[in-house]
Every structure is written in C-alpha cells, then in structure tokens.
C-alpha cells in the first residue's frame, strides 16, 4: 500500500513540473493534473491539502534536484572557467523553469517562510563558490572578498528573479548575451579573477 502510495505521490509530483514546463501555475486545476497524472482527483486530496501545499512539495524537490545537480557541477568543474559554467547552468535551469519560479516568487510574496529554504540553496550555492576559488587561490579569501562574491550572487538571482517575473529587458533569458553579460556583471562585482596570487618565479 505504502508502495502504491508513493508512486501515486512522485506521479503528481512529476506531472506538476510537466504542466509548468508549458502553463503558468494559477491556469493548472487539480482536476487537471490529477487526471494528467492517471489518477483521481481524490488521489490528488489523499496525498496533499491543496494545490498549495503541492506546490511545497514541488519546491521541496526542487532543492533536493538542484542540490545533487550542483555537488555534480561542482565536482565535474574544476578550471578558471567554472564561473562563467556555473552561471549559464543557473541561467538556463531557471529558464527551462520559469513557471514553476514564477509560481514560487509569488508564494514567497505572501509567505516569506515558503521562500526561506530556496533562499538557503542560494546561499549554499555561494558558499561552494567560495570554496572553490578559495582552492584555486591557494590561501583563505579576506572578508570582503567573500562578500563581494555573495554580493555579486545576490544581484545574479536578483537579476533572474526580476526577469522571471517582470521581463523588463532590453535582454531577455533566453539570449545567449544574457548569460554573456550577467557573468560579466558576476566577474566584476566579485573581483574573482584577481583572488589568485602571482607565484613568484625560483631565481
């Protein structure tokens, strides 16, 4: 039974992230996604209260989705180029995914609780960057270039948050000169191209 019930479960979960890949989350009924799952809408209520509180457990997969996906990044990059990588990985999985951001910015309008664990994969993401550039300079990072880095975090999501909503343009997400000249804001901002140290040479 317990089986049956977590298939059902992941079901919907799946389908919930399908339908946002093409529909914006108030256009989506839980008539809609119960029957797109294969299941009835009373399957939909024995599993979750609302549509609300799947849109937690969507968020919730979410952070666990990303978190695997960026300990892979992580582990896979490992050359000066990894933030310009890392920073098109971010752009394009928000973009790919704009509905289901949309829905969760504007939960997280409302409710600033909802948007605290996604604030914290934020977070994290910096703190591995961090790290790494810590590695690759070969000596701790002084406080203000730490912060320079989460600065420089803070107005990359920001930027993509604002888009997601808004679109304001003149450039647009989906443009590869979006990616272009948000790393380029990123790399001034952090500074992370003079962490290094010049070695100096054995006479």
């Known amino acids: 039974m ?15 992230f399908r339908l946002l890949k093409k529909r914006e989350w108030d256009s989506i009924t839980v008539a809609e996604l119960s029957r797109s799952a294969g299941y009835s809408v009373g399957a939909f209520y024995a599993r979750f209260r609302s549509k609300e509180e799947l849109l937690d ?11 695997t996906a960026l300990e892979h990044f992580f582990s896979s990059h490992n050359n000066d180029d990894f933030i310009d990588e890392l920073i098109n990985d971010i752009v394009h999985y928000q973009w790919n995914n704009r509905n289901f951001w949309r829905a ?15 604030r914290q994969g934020g977070y994290d993401v910096a703190s591995k960057t961090i790290e790494r550039l810590r590695e690759q300079a070969d000596r701790p990072l002084t406080d203000e270039e ?12 920001g930027t993509l948050n604002n888009s997601v909503i808004n679109r304001p ?23 992370c191209d ?4 010049k070695k100096k040479s054995k006479k």
């Open 2 to 16: 317990q089986k049956r019930s977590k298939k059902t479960y992941d079901a919907l979960i799946k389908t919930g």
């Open 194 to 197: 003079n962490f290094k140290i």
């Open 104 to 118: 969760a910015q504007v939960r997280g309008m409302r409710d600033p609780e909802f948007w605290a664990p996604i």
């Open 146 to 157: 730490e912060m320079n880095v989460r600065f420089a975090f803070q107005i990359t999501f």
């Open 169 to 191: 343009g003149p450039i647009f997400m989906n443009q590869t000169l979006f990616v272009e000249k948000l790393t380029r804001a990123f790399r001034l901002v952090s500074n």
């Open 57 to 67: 457990a969507l968020v919730a997969h979410h952070r666990e989705a990303r978190k």
